[in-house]
């Protein structure tokens, strides 16, 4: 098995010093990828702030998957981009971690805090297999509506379910079930997520306007 299929099937690979043809050539075409990808990182992180449309077309050019309703603050960095497919609308803040060595797939109207990494990659605990650079990577799938708090790490082969909100500074290293609150490291399902949220929406604070998306919009736009 040569080595794009051992990283898609999420065995160790490594990434320099193949001795097969196929496999140099595979070697050599991942390099060119992310020599590319930390181009197009370096193009972002340098547009001015107002400059949104060239943000968006140099995201369109490299993701996976990238539609309209996309924004990224500066100060991103990704492996290889090609590989972080975004369902629709999302938002991420200030310093957005990458590594997409694996396949991220992220659901509709997922919003991520600052500092945030989302890690397809690892390397096994045996020191000798590190000592050879081993990797391996999983994918990483994170749902619909999902709100992951500032300095969460997302580690490789997790599943995170729509509506989940993973609190700040979480490492998340299985997967969390859909409409639930997850904290801590590792992180652990606190609640679900339930009637009491549709009042209050952080701690005793109350909500000062209607419940439905509709009425909500309608309300923000006044």
């Not at 500066?74 to 497919?85: A, K, T």
């Not at 609640?191 to 309300?219: A, H, Q």
């Amino acid at each position: 098995m040569h080595l794009k299929e051992r990283i898609a099937n999420g065995m160790l690979f490594y990434e320099h010093g193949h001795k097969d043809p196929i496999d140099i050539a595979q070697e050599q075409e991942l390099d060119a990828l992310r020599g590319h990808c930390k181009e197009v990182m370096f193009d972002y992180n340098h547009t001015r702030p107002n400059e949104r449309e060239k943000r968006l077309e140099l995201l369109k050019g490299l993701l996976g998957k990238c539609g309209d309703g996309v924004f990224i603050e500066d100060g991103v960095h990704m492996s290889y981009g090609c590989h972080l497919y975004l369902e629709g609308a999302f938002y991420a803040n200030f310093n957005l971690s990458v590594v997409d060595d694996g396949d991220i797939y992220i659901g509709d109207r997922t919003m991520i805090g600052p500092n945030v990494t989302l890690c397809t990659t690892g390397h096994p605990a045996d020191p000798e297999y590190r000592e050879m650079a081993a990797h391996y990577s999983l994918p990483i799938h994170i749902g619909r509506n999902v709100w992951i708090g500032s300095n969460a790490v997302v580690l490789p082969g997790v599943t995170i379910g729509d509506n989940a909100v993973i609190g700040a500074g979480s490492v998340v290293t299985k997967d969390i079930p859909a409409n639930v609150i997850a904290v801590g490291n590792p992180c652990r399902v606190a609640r679900e997520i339930g009637e009491r949220d549709r009042e209050y929406y952080f701690r005793d604070l109350k909500m000062d306007f209607p419940y439905t998306s509709d009425k909500i919009t309608s309300e923000i736009k006044k």
